[in-house]
């Protein structure tokens, strides 16, 4: 169905009634309401019972009058819009954008100044934005800060992260919206640079769930030359307030008419399935803006990366792992991880099992002294280490039909590395390689910007939009937190932006119930580059003093490639750990990146996830199921398969006595004919998972 506009508009000046628009199946509802003070607010309902309650609205700009208060409605408008649309990669082959609208334009006494207030209302929830027409009373302008609240009514449960303006690679905390407090947080936890402002100031996504069982989400989507939204916690009242990153000299955002917000967005359902499957996140996004998208392929990819995470490898040349050696002679050591020699063995792996890629991690010269020391010339992004062959690699992948994935780790000097983009995309291109991986440890340079900046916000999307000129593709790390914009650019195939597998290699790791959560919240807004199939669990393997270790089972780590959606995906262990388990390294071999339908079949965030996807044009199916630290017994219809086909069930499963801790690498496989008529009895270790896949019969 395509476009339904303007059912009606009123045109009065001073009304000050409520307005509302519902969701389109009516559950939800949200209303606008101007106080008698001109101050903008709404509120949100959900099967008619208050989930959001009056909630204030406004801008306050720096050096002008704030826009909250004297504001009077010059119009108002609704209307429909219901029109599917199909992403490049996806969850799903075709995705349906379905809202009601409303649209109030404000106009302030004694400025004169104009503001429109857009409306959503899906039926997972709804949406808000602040549009500044173009007009002669705001032309240039500076936001000191935003004063969206969302006042909530109940002391939920809430899984959080501090907010730091910096980083967003903290584990989860599942704690009662009273009990957020950032000062109760193990600082040792890995990461290297933190902004926190405040103990109440947390990230979004956040994820909650209400005494009475409803699910709440509050996030953001679209945010273009803007900051990452974070929030304030008033901890007694259950209130929350935006608040916006600062530049290095403390504003949030410097605009020019016309411009908009981000949307600031709430999903809500008493079924945790409708906010873990929603795409009201990428259809809040504008559509695609690359014409020709045949060369954005997903890709299965190994490399050089973990071994040095647990110290086989360095990423130097000199093979020192210290990256503080400034004035050292650049002397090879056999440490390098990085040489042809074991490149190409990657290569031989990915070919011979059938990948897409290998990634290389320390190819370039600048990693013996580039983190810490907020040091701006480090990498060119051009130059080889003497014993990286980049000609003779480009060639002898291409040989092997691999492609090679590029490593750009800026080390935080954004500013470096926007002046040598281009020749460092050139340079991709003349080694055809199609897509890179870039890097952002450490503080940013411009000195005093931060990761969640509106600075670096335009940074991030720069890249993506420059790497599609050179027809690139783009998995960011240490990035700020996607919020769709893989829509408008689908080459921005995945982020990191959050807590990754590798933090369980040198840190305390990521507890058990951290791999559901985050289906939950970070990837509402895109694709996660985790890095999962992690066979050789406890790091005592590579040193006997060693105690950190991945805090799942060998079988959780293949159903992560089912229930942690990326059309990007990495066998991120080592070759010679695949081939010592090569049984359970077939379900990675077999797993599909791309889909035609995804069914979320259970769904309990910080518990467990079970998910359902068919390969893109094929009649195949993969299931991943995933819990927390406690084990779980459940069973699976399989009403999803096609009706009248049988299929081959190959069930990668928790062996008995299985646990995340004791008995991780315990899992057996085994194989079982079933129809769209079956069930499967899943039995989910201590930090366990079932990976199955289910290939039709001919």
């Given amino acids: 169905m395509k476009h339904l506009f303007s059912l009606f508009a009123l045109f009065t000046f001073g009304f000050t009634q409520a307005q509302t628009v519902n969701s389109p199946s009516g559950k939800i509802a949200l209303t606008f309401t101007l106080t008698s003070t001109g101050q903008p607010t709404y509120a949100v309902n959900y099967k008619e019972k208050t989930v959001v309650t009056t909630s204030d609205l406004g801008i306050k700009l720096k050096d002008k009058p704030s826009l909250d208060a004297n504001f009077e409605i010059q119009s108002s408008k609704n209307s429909t819009f219901n029109e599917p649309w199909k992403p490049v990669l996806g969850e799903q082959a075709t995705i349906l954008n379905h809202y009601n609208e409303l649209v109030v334009s404000l106009v302030q006494k004694g400025t004169n100044i104009k503001l429109n207030l857009v409306f959503r209302a899906f039926d997972e929830g709804v949406a808000l934005r602040y549009d500044f027409p173009k007009q002669k009373e705001l032309n240039y302008f500076i936001i000191s800060d935003e004063l969206t609240e969302f006042n909530l009514n109940e002391n939920n449960k809430v899984f959080w992260l501090p907010g730091d303006f910096d980083s967003n690679e903290y584990e989860y905390n599942e704690t009662q919206f009273s009990e957020i407090d950032n000062s109760k947080i193990n600082m040792n936890n890995g990461i290297g640079v933190k902004s926190i402002p405040g103990k109440y100031t947390i990230q979004t996504p ?38 916006l990153v600062p530049n290095a000299i403390g504003d949030k955002a410097y605009l020019q008419t016309p411009c908009v917000s981000p949307w600031r967005t709430i999903m809500i359902s008493d079924d945790a399935r409708d906010i873990v499957g929603s795409k009201m996140i990428l259809n809040l996004n504008e559509p695609s803006k690359i014409e020709d ?100 690699i480009s060639a002898y992948a291409k040989s092997k039909n691999v492609k090679m994935i590029m490593h750009h780790e800026t080390s935080g000097s954004v500013a470096n590395y926007e002046r040598r983009l281009d020749r460092a995309f050139e340079n991709m291109v003349k080694y055809n390689y199609p897509a890179v991986k870039t890097g952002y ?38 990035s700020s937190h996607p919020t769709g914009l893989g829509r408008t650019y689908p080459n921005y195939v995945a982020a990191e932006a959050a807590r990754g597998n590798e933090f369980n290699a040198w840190s305390i790791g990521n507890p058990p119930m951290h791999e559901t959560i985050l289906p939950f919240t970070r990837q509402l807004g895109g694709p996660m580059d985790y890095t999962p199939g992690i066979f050789e669990i406890k790091m005592s393997h590579y040193d006997k003093n060693k105690t950190e270790q991945v805090h799942t089972t060998l079988a959780k780590q293949l159903a992560l490639y089912v229930t942690m959606y990326s059309p990007i995906q990495m066998a991120a262990d080592l070759p010679e750990n695949y081939e010592k388990y090569s049984d359970a390294f077939q379900f990675i071999k077999d797993v599909a990146l791309d889909w035609d339908e995804t069914k979320y079949l259970q769904a309990e965030p910080g518990d467990y996830l079970t998910v359902a996807r068919k390969t893109k044009g094929k009649q195949s199916w993969f299931l991943g199921a995933i819990t927390d630290e406690n084990a779980r017994k459940t069973q699976i219809k399989l009403d999803f398969l096609t009706k009248g086909k049988k299929y081959k069930a190959t069930i990668y499963e928790d062996a008995k006595g299985a646990d995340w801790k004791n008995n991780p690498k315990a899992y057996k496989i085994r194989s079982i004919e079933v129809t769209n008529a079956s069930k499967i009895q899943l039995n989910l270790a201590p930090g366990g998972g079932t990976a199955i896949s289910f290939e039709p019969i001919q």
């Avoid at 002679?329 to 070919?351: M, Q, W």
């Avoid at 040091?375 to 980049?390: G, M, N, Q």
């Avoid at 916000?457 to 960011?476: G, I, P, T």
């Fill in 441 to 478: 440890v450490g503080k940013i340079i411009p000195r005093g910007e931060m990761h969640d900046g509106q600075t670096m916000v335009n940074h991030f999307a720069h890249v993506v939009k420059r790497a599609a000129d050179y027809k690139l593709m783009v998995n960011s790390h240490e």
């Fill in 293 to 392: 998208t045949s060369w954005i392929k997903p890709m299965k990819y190994v490399g050089i990366w973990w071994e040095m995470h647990v110290g086989n490898s360095t990423w130097d040349y000199a093979g020192s792992q210290n990256a503080t050696n400034f004035g050292t002679e650049l002397k090879k050591s056999v440490g390098h991880g990085a040489t042809t020699e074991n490149t190409k063995r990657y290569i031989d792996f990915a070919a011979k099992h059938g990948f897409d890629g290998v990634l290389v991690e320390g190819w370039n010269e600048g990693w013996e002294d580039w983190s810490g020391n907020w040091k701006e010339e480090v990498f060119d992004f051009v130059t080889p280490y003497p014993d990286f062959d980049i000609a003779g």
């Fill in 206 to 243: 956040l994820m909650m769930k209400s005494p009475s069982g409803l699910y709440l989400n509050i996030f953001e989507a679209a945010v273009i030359n803007y900051p990452v939204m974070h929030l304030k916690a008033d901890v007694t009242n259950y209130k929350l307030k935006s608040e």
